[in-house]
């Protein structure tokens, strides 16, 4: 349990901490996983396109949209399974309300299910379409019958929750105006997954089994963990949990059923100081204490791996400029940029294409972790030494990506999720994350004598002395100093 402390959180829910770690699959588990990841993608694609049909057919002025949610669905879905199977002569045990279902169906009756229409209004309703309309349930594949129902089940569930996403957006004066802003049509329906363009992942709630160095994962048995001690061990330890794939590496990110923080021991805490931290491109953070936190991008590591990554787009675009033919706009406002793009091989042919594809792959995810583990350490750094609170500035991140010369400066230092993890830390430790208003001048004020030098606005004043008490200030740590100081804040965490 100590070492878990040092499991990264996944998302920014600050009341559950998730656990991640990284799975260690053999070949024959690699190729079940992604068979489940393909099948989950096509559970969620189907409860797309069904929806969409009945969402068109109202549109088109034939009666009232029957939107199907995923409880529906997935009744649905069961019974097109067990019929499937029977079809095939296996073996089939229905529930009770299945067989009432399918005796209906089969025998054709006509009569509505009464009692679970009343029980279940969307069901029925569902069924009613089928019996009246003498739509067919769907005969599916033998791997669609195969697949793990659990995982196609949620990915029913994240398809529905997609599906009123975009009710929501549609009403969503906000989004359209955003939308109209970039010329663009508000979408006809939540877009589909597409094979090798959406993260591969399946979401689990089931009881699993975890043992120091392994997994029990339902429909593959032990899978082994790369690293040891992240994930709680025991039976019944996880509520629900995501297996995805990231660059051909596989992970699991559990969310464990009681809340296992370290209770934290008040007695021998040392009530420092608050914290002022400036954050910025040149160094990821200055603290006010004096800590100075580089920028991992200047490091050797990653600029290595940012050349590498440079060659590997440079060979595919060579590679793919020799199999495709474009035709190009020759007037109009979009005079010179591509029209139509036609490759002279289908791409799924082209091996050393998809090589190159995976390669690059690979190395960004290298340089993403190890960005995000120098991230993740500086935090821990910043919150284990429990500072009375944590003051930053107000980033108004948009505003700064306008700046063409910072942008990819600025994307690559990912303060965005800087701000998000402190966050989710400082809640963990108790400590209280303070944010100033944008309008702080936190680089102009002398932290000694709080004079205010206007002049310091220029951004490549790195250093300066203050005219009126004369102290030497370099820019930034003058800034974290009075971030520290600061009294006018919000609290967010
Ligand atoms: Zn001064």
Known sequence: MTRSSHARPVQEVSAVKAFRTELHPTTAQQAALTRAFGSARWAYNEFLAFNYARYQHHRDGYGAYGYCNAYAFSVRFSLAKLLCKRAEGKPVKPTMAQTQLLDELLVGSGSPAMDIARMVPD?????????????????????????????????????????????????????????????KEPPEHPRFKKRGKTKDSIYLVERVEVERHRIKLPGLGWVRLKEHGYIPVGKHTISSMTVSRVAGRCYVSCIPKQSQHPTRNTANMNPSEGIGIDLGIKNLAIASDGRVVENINHAKEIRRLNKKLKRQQRALSRKLKAITHRTYYTEGPKKGQVKHVT??????????????????????????????????????????????????????????????????????????????????????????????????????????????????RNLNIRAWDCPRCGTHHDRDMNAARNLARAEHYTIIA
């Open 123 to 183: 069901v029925a309703r569902l069924l009613l379409d089928t019996l009246t309309q003498a739509a067919q349930l769907p005969h599916y594949e033998p791997w669609v019958v195969a697949a793990h129902s659990k995982s196609i089940k949620q990915a029913f569930m994240h398809a529905d929750k997609a599906y009123g996403k975009f009710f929501e957006n549609r009403k969503n004066p906000a989004y359209l105006k955003r939308l109209a802003k970039r010329g």
């Open 343 to 456: 490759y002279t091989r289908p791409l799924r042919e082209c091996k050393n294409i998809i090589k190159n594809q995976r390669d690059i792959e690979r190395t960004w995810q290298r340089i993403v972790s190890i960005r995000h583990d120098h991230m993740d350490k500086t935090i821990h750094e910043l919150v284990s030494q429990e500072p009375r609170f944590i003051t930053i500035e107000h980033l108004n991140i948009v505003n700064m990506m306008a700046n063409r010369h910072l942008a990819r400066a600025l994307s690559a230092q990912e303060l965005g999720r800087f701000v998000t993890r402190l966050a989710a830390a400082c809640e963990e430790h108790g400590i209280e994350l303070r944010q100033v208003s944008p309008w702080y001048p936190s680089s102009q004020l002398c932290s000694q004598c709080g004079y205010r030098n206007h002049a310091v």
